[in-house]
């Protein structure tokens, strides 16, 4: 009944809201030191491990590689709901840092944390995307993950088909420091929380990370052919289990 998932929605609100302000005054205190980081890191992940148990949607991760924390990777991910965000903090133990857009930064405290711990870009700027891309760069060659959706954001608007073309920053940059690129595949989100949609359905969220696809002796050349076999590793498994 349409009464009980109204209810169900609120109270989901609440908890990633009141998680979120207990949190964020350690969020706000660990952002003040570079060497501190990674301890609002590790809040963002405990924030989204709290949440998703406490609300009745479990994340199942098949893990066909099992990342080394120790390494720099490139991971890119569909990008159909925006619980994709919340649900990478479970999914991957490395310390990462999303590139995501510049808008974020306007929601109050979220905004904050954003900004501070991750990379925003203004995609129809160039100069953003410039200094975005030196950030990323700066952060692999400091032993940091990118997680990157590039699709340039929920773009589809018939999942589980992913919008095209992908943008080349993720390719760019791993091909640049010869890192990894790992795909991820966010099987269902859009089934519990679309973008049009924005009410929640209860469900086991599945998650697929896949092996790695190596960058070594790769040039700017190769940057299409990353892209299209990223794609297809993930567009083939969201109609593996969509089907």
């Known amino acids: 009944m349409r009464i009980f998932k109204t209810l169900y929605n609120i109270w989901a609100a609440f908890w990633l809201i009141f998680i ?7 969020f706000w205190l660990f952002l003040q030191k570079e060497s501190w980081k990674p301890k609002a890191h590790y809040l963002n992940r405990l924030w989204g ?7 009745g949607v479990p994340i199942r991760v098949e893990y066909r590689f099992q990342p080394d924390t120790q390494k720099a990777y490139v991971f890119c991910a569909n990008h159909f709901s925006y619980l994709d965000i919340a649900a990478m903090g479970v999914v991957l133990k490395n310390y990462y840092a999303f590139v995501g857009k510049s808008a974020i930064k306007k929601v109050p405290l979220f905004g904050y944390m954003f900004s501070k711990l991750h990379i925003q870009v203004d995609r129809e700027d ?16 400091n032993g940091r993950s990118i997680v990157i959706f590039p ?3 929920i773009k589809s608007k018939k999942p589980p ?6 943008k080349d920053g993720a390719f760019v940059m791993a091909i640049q420091q010869q890192v990894p690129i790992v ?15 924005p009410s929640l359905t209860r469900m086991p969220l599945r998650v697929v990370v896949h ?30 289990y969509n089907s």
């Open 20 to 26: 979120f302000l207990l949190l964020f005054p350690f």
């Open 49 to 55: 491990k709290l949440y998703f148990p406490i609300i």
């Open 126 to 141: 160039r100069s953003s995307r410039a200094k975005s891309m030196t950030r990323s760069v700066r952060a692999l060659q």
């Open 151 to 153: 699709e340039g954001g």
């Open 161 to 166: 088909l992913m919008h095209k073309p992908l």
């Open 183 to 197: 795909p991820v595949t966010f099987v269902n989100n859009y089934k519990i929380m679309f973008d049009s949609n």
């Open 211 to 240: 092996e790695p696809i190596s960058t070594i002796g790769k040039t700017q050349e190769d940057v299409e052919t990353l892209k299209e076999e990223v794609f297809q590793v993930i567009q083939s498994t969201l109609l593996e």
